[in-house]
Protein backbone atom coordinates (compact mmCIF):
# COMPACT_ATOMS: atom_id res chain seq x y z
CA UNK A 1 0.00 0.00 0.00
CA UNK A 2 2.48 2.52 1.04
CA UNK A 3 4.35 1.55 -2.71
CA UNK A 4 1.41 2.25 -4.57
CA UNK A 5 0.37 5.69 -2.18
CA UNK A 6 4.27 7.11 -3.01
CA UNK A 7 3.45 6.25 -6.59
CA UNK A 8 0.54 8.19 -6.60
CA UNK A 9 2.15 11.35 -5.23
CA UNK A 10 4.81 10.82 -7.45
CA UNK A 11 2.96 10.70 -10.59
CA UNK A 12 0.26 13.53 -9.86
CA UNK A 13 3.47 15.94 -8.58
CA UNK A 14 4.72 15.19 -11.80
CA UNK A 15 1.61 15.89 -13.73
CA UNK A 16 1.58 19.19 -11.29
CA UNK A 17 5.16 20.10 -12.91
CA UNK A 18 4.26 19.20 -16.06
CA UNK A 19 1.41 22.14 -16.17
CA UNK A 20 3.60 24.54 -15.13
CA UNK A 21 6.24 23.49 -17.32
CA UNK A 22 3.76 23.69 -19.97
CA UNK A 23 2.45 27.20 -18.76
CA UNK A 24 6.06 28.85 -19.18
CA UNK A 25 6.56 27.48 -22.74
CA UNK A 26 9.28 24.89 -21.78
CA UNK A 27 7.88 22.11 -23.45
CA UNK A 28 6.30 21.52 -27.13
CA UNK A 29 2.29 20.50 -26.72
CA UNK A 30 3.19 17.05 -28.61
CA UNK A 31 5.48 16.18 -26.12
CA UNK A 32 3.36 17.68 -22.95
CA UNK A 33 0.16 15.68 -24.85
CA UNK A 34 2.27 12.55 -24.62
CA UNK A 35 3.78 12.79 -21.60
CA UNK A 36 0.43 14.00 -19.84
CA UNK A 37 -1.55 11.38 -21.07
CA UNK A 38 0.74 8.81 -19.85
CA UNK A 39 1.00 10.17 -16.50
CA UNK A 40 -2.37 10.36 -16.08
CA UNK A 41 -3.07 6.92 -17.23
CA UNK A 42 -1.07 5.62 -14.70
CA UNK A 43 -2.15 7.59 -12.61
CA UNK A 44 -5.44 6.11 -12.98
CA UNK A 45 -4.73 2.99 -12.76
CA UNK A 46 -2.53 3.04 -9.43
CA UNK A 47 -5.84 4.80 -7.60
CA UNK A 48 -7.92 1.98 -8.76
CA UNK A 49 -5.83 -0.04 -7.01
CA UNK A 50 -5.78 2.02 -3.82
CA UNK A 51 -9.78 1.75 -4.23
CA UNK A 52 -9.43 -1.81 -4.68
CA UNK A 53 -11.50 -1.13 -7.62
CA UNK A 54 -11.25 -3.37 -10.72
CA UNK A 55 -9.67 -1.92 -13.91
CA UNK A 56 -12.47 -0.82 -16.21
CA UNK A 57 -13.48 -3.96 -19.01
CA UNK A 58 -12.99 -4.31 -22.49
CA UNK A 59 -13.85 -6.37 -25.02
CA UNK A 60 -12.08 -9.48 -25.63
CA UNK A 61 -9.29 -9.25 -28.26
CA UNK A 62 -9.11 -10.63 -31.54
CA UNK A 63 -7.28 -13.56 -32.42
CA UNK A 64 -3.42 -13.00 -31.74
CA UNK A 65 -3.82 -9.38 -30.04
CA UNK A 66 -3.48 -10.79 -26.84
CA UNK A 67 -0.40 -11.97 -27.68
CA UNK A 68 1.03 -8.74 -28.93
CA UNK A 69 -0.34 -6.93 -26.44
CA UNK A 70 1.76 -8.76 -23.91
CA UNK A 71 4.84 -8.66 -25.84
CA UNK A 72 4.15 -5.12 -26.06
CA UNK A 73 3.81 -4.24 -22.59
CA UNK A 74 6.65 -6.50 -21.28
CA UNK A 75 9.15 -4.79 -23.53
CA UNK A 76 8.00 -1.69 -22.73
CA UNK A 77 8.50 -2.36 -18.82
CA UNK A 78 11.89 -4.11 -20.12
CA UNK A 79 13.44 -0.44 -21.79
CA UNK A 80 11.65 1.65 -19.42
CA UNK A 81 13.68 -0.48 -16.62
CA UNK A 82 16.77 -1.05 -18.32
CA UNK A 83 16.87 2.08 -19.69
CA UNK A 84 16.87 4.44 -16.02
CA UNK A 85 19.16 2.26 -14.92
CA UNK A 86 21.38 2.50 -17.72
CA UNK A 87 21.29 6.07 -17.45
CA UNK A 88 21.73 6.13 -13.96
CA UNK A 89 24.51 4.07 -13.84
CA UNK A 90 26.41 5.73 -16.89
CA UNK A 91 26.00 9.10 -15.11
CA UNK A 92 28.89 7.40 -12.81
CA UNK A 93 31.89 8.44 -15.28
CA UNK A 94 31.37 6.21 -18.38
CA UNK A 95 33.14 7.97 -21.11
CA UNK A 96 30.16 9.85 -23.59
CA UNK A 97 30.05 9.12 -27.37
CA UNK A 98 32.02 11.61 -29.02
CA UNK A 99 34.25 12.58 -25.76
CA UNK A 100 38.04 12.75 -25.48
CA UNK A 101 39.20 9.43 -23.39
CA UNK A 102 41.45 12.27 -21.46
CA UNK A 103 41.01 15.46 -20.62
CA UNK A 104 39.42 17.63 -17.64
CA UNK A 105 37.72 16.07 -14.85
CA UNK A 106 34.96 18.60 -14.97
CA UNK A 107 32.68 18.00 -17.64
CA UNK A 108 31.58 21.20 -18.94
CA UNK A 109 28.77 22.07 -21.51
CA UNK A 110 26.84 19.01 -23.33
CA UNK A 111 28.71 16.43 -21.36
CA UNK A 112 27.63 18.00 -18.12
CA UNK A 113 24.32 18.32 -19.83
CA UNK A 114 23.75 14.32 -20.82
CA UNK A 115 25.27 13.34 -17.75
CA UNK A 116 22.51 15.56 -15.68
CA UNK A 117 19.90 14.05 -18.01
CA UNK A 118 21.12 10.48 -16.92
CA UNK A 119 20.39 11.12 -13.31
CA UNK A 120 17.29 13.25 -14.02
CA UNK A 121 15.85 10.10 -15.75
CA UNK A 122 17.36 7.72 -13.16
CA UNK A 123 15.61 9.81 -10.42
CA UNK A 124 12.09 9.59 -12.31
CA UNK A 125 12.18 13.03 -13.93
CA UNK A 126 12.08 12.22 -17.51
CA UNK A 127 10.40 15.69 -18.67
CA UNK A 128 13.43 17.44 -17.22
CA UNK A 129 15.94 14.99 -18.74
CA UNK A 130 14.12 15.80 -22.81
CA UNK A 131 14.34 19.76 -21.90
CA UNK A 132 18.27 18.94 -21.04
CA UNK A 133 18.34 17.30 -24.55
CA UNK A 134 16.79 19.38 -26.31
CA UNK A 135 19.19 22.42 -25.39
CA UNK A 136 21.97 19.77 -26.02
CA UNK A 137 20.46 19.19 -29.63
CA UNK A 138 19.92 23.00 -30.09
CA UNK A 139 23.98 23.54 -30.13
CA UNK A 140 24.58 20.52 -31.49
CA UNK A 141 21.92 19.05 -33.84
CA UNK A 142 24.31 15.81 -34.83
CA UNK A 143 24.92 14.78 -31.11
CA UNK A 144 24.19 10.97 -31.19
CA UNK A 145 23.24 10.07 -27.29
CA UNK A 146 21.16 13.04 -27.06
CA UNK A 147 19.24 11.83 -30.46
CA UNK A 148 19.28 8.30 -29.64
CA UNK A 149 17.77 8.95 -25.74
CA UNK A 150 15.48 11.83 -26.75
CA UNK A 151 14.00 9.65 -29.58
CA UNK A 152 13.52 6.87 -27.07
CA UNK A 153 11.43 8.47 -24.81
CA UNK A 154 9.31 10.46 -27.20
CA UNK A 155 8.55 7.14 -29.03
CA UNK A 156 8.08 5.36 -24.52
CA UNK A 157 6.03 8.50 -24.21
CA UNK A 158 4.00 7.75 -27.75
CA UNK A 159 3.41 4.02 -26.68
CA UNK A 160 0.76 5.79 -23.36
CA UNK A 161 -1.26 8.33 -26.01
CA UNK A 162 -4.37 8.59 -25.46
CA UNK A 163 -4.96 8.05 -29.42
CA UNK A 164 -4.10 6.33 -32.22
CA UNK A 165 -2.53 9.41 -34.27
CA UNK A 166 -0.41 10.41 -31.55
CA UNK A 167 0.91 7.00 -31.28
CA UNK A 168 1.73 6.96 -34.97
CA UNK A 169 3.19 10.41 -34.57
CA UNK A 170 5.33 9.99 -31.76
CA UNK A 171 6.37 6.60 -32.71
CA UNK A 172 7.98 8.22 -35.80
CA UNK A 173 9.37 11.01 -34.24
CA UNK A 174 11.45 8.65 -31.77
CA UNK A 175 12.24 6.28 -34.41
CA UNK A 176 13.89 9.21 -36.62
CA UNK A 177 15.54 10.73 -34.09
CA UNK A 178 17.37 7.13 -32.99
CA UNK A 179 17.93 6.42 -36.95
CA UNK A 180 19.35 9.55 -36.82
CA UNK A 181 21.70 9.13 -34.24
CA UNK A 182 22.51 6.10 -36.15
CA UNK A 183 23.41 7.91 -39.38
CA UNK A 184 25.65 10.21 -37.67
CA UNK A 185 27.27 7.48 -35.53
CA UNK A 186 26.75 3.98 -36.72
CA UNK A 187 29.28 3.25 -33.98
CA UNK A 188 27.38 4.01 -31.20
CA UNK A 189 25.76 0.98 -29.68
CA UNK A 190 23.01 2.59 -27.41
CA UNK A 191 21.29 3.76 -30.52
CA UNK A 192 21.72 -0.13 -32.49
CA UNK A 193 19.59 -1.29 -29.06
CA UNK A 194 17.20 1.18 -28.73
CA UNK A 195 16.21 0.21 -32.52
CA UNK A 196 16.23 -3.41 -32.46
CA UNK A 197 13.59 -2.93 -29.43
CA UNK A 198 11.54 -0.60 -32.03
CA UNK A 199 11.81 -3.15 -34.70
CA UNK A 200 10.61 -6.46 -32.64
CA UNK A 201 8.15 -4.57 -30.51
CA UNK A 202 6.97 -2.13 -32.31
CA UNK A 203 7.16 -3.05 -36.25
CA UNK A 204 6.95 -6.82 -35.72
CA UNK A 205 9.75 -7.14 -37.75
CA UNK A 206 12.60 -9.61 -35.74
CA UNK A 207 14.91 -10.06 -39.11
CA UNK A 208 15.64 -5.82 -38.73
CA UNK A 209 15.37 -6.05 -34.83
CA UNK A 210 18.27 -9.27 -35.48
CA UNK A 211 20.41 -6.66 -37.64
CA UNK A 212 20.13 -3.66 -35.22
CA UNK A 213 21.23 -6.05 -32.17
CA UNK A 214 23.43 -7.67 -33.22
CA UNK A 215 25.28 -3.94 -34.16
CA UNK A 216 24.68 -3.53 -30.69
CA UNK A 217 26.57 -6.33 -29.42
CA UNK A 218 29.25 -5.90 -31.68
CA UNK A 219 30.18 -2.04 -30.84
CA UNK A 220 30.39 -3.32 -27.69
CA UNK A 221 27.70 -2.04 -25.83
CA UNK A 222 27.26 -1.15 -22.29
CA UNK A 223 27.18 -3.99 -19.92
CA UNK A 224 23.76 -3.11 -18.67
CA UNK A 225 21.99 -3.77 -22.02
CA UNK A 226 23.62 -6.79 -23.10
CA UNK A 227 21.49 -9.53 -21.20
CA UNK A 228 18.39 -7.92 -22.57
CA UNK A 229 19.61 -7.66 -25.75
CA UNK A 230 20.71 -10.90 -25.93
CA UNK A 231 16.99 -12.14 -25.11
CA UNK A 232 15.70 -10.52 -27.87
CA UNK A 233 17.91 -11.48 -30.06
CA UNK A 234 16.88 -14.81 -29.22
CA UNK A 235 13.49 -14.50 -29.73
CA UNK A 236 13.77 -12.39 -32.74
CA UNK A 237 15.76 -15.51 -34.04
CA UNK A 238 13.02 -18.00 -33.15
CA UNK A 239 10.38 -15.64 -35.07
CA UNK A 240 12.99 -15.19 -38.27
CA UNK A 241 15.43 -17.79 -38.38
CA UNK A 242 16.23 -17.08 -42.24
CA UNK A 243 17.93 -14.14 -40.23
CA UNK A 244 20.22 -16.79 -38.24
CA UNK A 245 22.72 -16.82 -40.79
CA UNK A 246 24.68 -13.65 -40.85
CA UNK A 247 25.13 -11.17 -43.65
CA UNK A 248 27.87 -12.12 -46.23
CA UNK A 249 31.09 -9.93 -46.30
CA UNK A 250 31.01 -7.29 -48.78
CA UNK A 251 32.90 -7.82 -52.00
CA UNK A 252 36.88 -6.20 -52.09
Known amino acids: ?17 LEAERAAGDLDEADYAALRDGYTARAAGVLRQLAGSPAPSSPAPAPGAA ?14 AVGAGALMARSSG ?20 LARARTLVGEGRPLEAI ?11 DQPEALAY ?3 FVLLAGRQAATAELREELTG ?12 DPGYPDAHFFRGLVMFVDKADPAAAVAELRAFLAAGGPAMYRSTAEDVLRRALAQAPE ?6 PPSP
Not at 97 to 102: L, T, Y
Not at 173 to 184: C, H, K, N, P
Request: charged letters at 25%.
Open 131 to 141: KLWDQVLAAEP
Open 173 to 184: RGLASIDRAIAV
Open 243 to 248: AAAPPP
Open 1 to 17: MAQLEDERDFLLASLAD
Open 67 to 80: RRRRLAAAGTVVAL
Open 94 to 113: ERLAGDPASGSIQATGASAQ
Open 150 to 152: RGW
